[in-house]
C-alpha cells in the first residue's frame, strides 16, 4: 500500500521570503509519479509541479520547485519569493502507476503567506 | 478549457435519507475518483473507477457505493447518510497514464442533520 506523510499541518511565510514544505511516501512500486497540489479557498485544485521517480533531476515550475530524495523518499516542496497568492492548502500525492492508476494524498499543509 | 462538474455546492440531507453526488467531466477520461476531505485528514479515497461498469473501493468504501453507467459520469451514493458522513467531497478525472494531472470538481459540501 501507498502512504503519503505531511508532517506540518501548518506554516507560514513573510512574503518575498522562501519556504520548504515537507513530504515523505512509501510505496514499494519502482516507477511512481509524485505530484504538489494547491488547494486556494475557492476550493478548486491545482496542479503545481510534478516529478517523474525514475527521472534524478528535480523538478522547477517558475517560483517552485522541488527536492526529490528517492532513496529517502521525500519530496519537499520549495517556494521561493512567496507571493500573498500561494496562501493555501498545499497536498502532497502520489500515483504508484503500475496496475492502479490513482492518486493517494497526503494531509495537506496548510501556508499563512505574512505581508 | 477541461472541465469536472459537480452537481451541487452545498448539500444538506438529513439523517437515513438516499444522497446521489453527480460528476461529469468532458475530457474522456477512463479514470474517475471520489474523495472525502475532512480536516486533518487531508484526501482520503472513497471509490474510483478506471472504465465504465467498473469500480475498486478505496480506503475509506464503508456506507458509500459508485455508478459508471457512462464515461463521462461517474456518481457516488450514500444508501443512508449519516452525521458522520457529514464532509466535503470531491470528485477527480485522470488519464490512463500516470504522470498526467488530475482533473477536480469544485466539490460538495454535504452537511447530514
Known amino acids: 500500500a501507498q502512504t503519503v506523510t505531511q508532517s506540518q499541518p501548518e506554516m507560514s511565510v513573510q512574503e518575498a521570503e522562501t519556504v520548504t514544505l515537507s513530504c515523505t511516501y512509501d510505496t514499494s512500486e519502482s516507477d511512481y509519479y509524485l505530484f504538489w497540489y494547491k488547494q486556494p479557498p475557492s476550493r478548486q485544485m491545482i496542479l503545481v509541479i510534478r516529478q517523474e521517480a525514475y527521472k534524478q533531476q528535480n523538478a522547477t515550475e517558475n517560483r517552485f520547485s522541488v527536492n526529490f530524495q528517492k532513496a529517502a523518499k521525500s519530496f519537499s516542496l520549495k517556494i521561493s519569493d512567496s507571493q500573498l497568492g500561494d496562501a493555501a492548502m498545499y497536498f502532497c500525492?502520489?500515483?504508484?502507476?503500475?496496475?492502479?492508476?490513482?492518486?493517494?494524498f497526503g494531509t495537506g499543509t496548510l501556508l499563512a503567506v505574512q505581508p | 478549457d477541461v472541465k469536472v462538474t459537480q452537481s451541487s455546492r452545498y448539500l444538506v440531507k438529513r439523517t437515513g435519507e438516499k444522497v446521489f453526488l453527480e460528476c461529469v467531466q468532458d475530457?474522456?477520461?477512463?479514470?474517475m475518483f471520489w474523495y472525502r476531505q475532512d480536516p486533518g485528514l487531508g484526501l482520503r479515497l472513497i471509490y474510483f473507477s478506471y472504465d465504465v461498469k467498473m469500480k475498486e473501493k478505496g480506503d475509506i468504501p464503508e456506507g458509500y457505493s459508485v455508478s459508471r453507467e457512462k464515461k463521462e459520469r461517474f456518481s457516488l451514493i450514500l444508501e443512508s447518510a449519516s452525521t458522520n458522513q457529514t464532509s466535503m467531497y470531491l470528485c477527480a478525472s485522470l488519464t490512463g497514464t500516470a504522470n498526467t494531472e488530475a482533473f477536480f470538481g469544485q466539490g460538495t459540501r454535504l452537511t447530514v442533520v
Open positions: 500525492a502520489i500515483n504508484p502507476g503500475g496496475a492502479t492508476n490513482k492518486l493517494i
Open positions: 475530457m474522456d477520461h477512463e479514470n
